[in-house]
């Protein structure tokens, strides 16, 4: 009886063990999915995620992942230097400017975790 216990017990555990990695798998490629889908979306102050991280990154911000003041005001003043309405908001005007290769066809990380090549 007691064999058979522990045989179920090291069984319980392999399962468990088991759908900790499929889940470790599975939630790292929904975050690579989700990041593809950036240039989809619109992202301003309050905003906050992988995103914005990204679009962080793109600008040479520190990169906390919340669209606030300072975000903004640089998104600002890049959108008046690239002619585009300066409202501060990250929709898909401004990502096509974000995106834009930094040497030929070849994207910063930022740019591909955010999905430019997929304006392209």
Do not use: H
């Not at 319980?12 to 979306?41: H, R």
């Not at 309050?46 to 962080?56: A, D, E, F």
């Not at 975000?71 to 008046?80: A, E, S």
Request: glycine share 12%; net charge positive.
């Amino acid at each position: 009886m007691e064999n058979e216990v522990n045989k179920l017990i090291r069984i319980g555990l392999t399962a468990v063990a088991t759908a900790g990695v499929i889940g470790m798998s599975l939630g790292t490629a929904s975050a690579a999915n989700a990041a593809s889908g950036c240039v989809t979306s619109q992202f301003r102050q309050g905003s906050t995620g992988n995103c914005v991280k990204y679009i962080q990154q793109i600008q040479a911000l520190p990169a906390d992942g919340i669209f606030g003041p300072q975000t903004k005001q640089n998104i600002v003043n890049f959108q008046r230097s690239a002619g585009l309405v300066a409202d501060g908001i990250v929709g898909a005007n401004t990502w096509k400017y974000l995106c834009v290769p930094l040497d030929g066809p070849s994207w910063s990380t930022a740019q591909k975790n955010a999905g430019c090549r997929s304006l392209y």
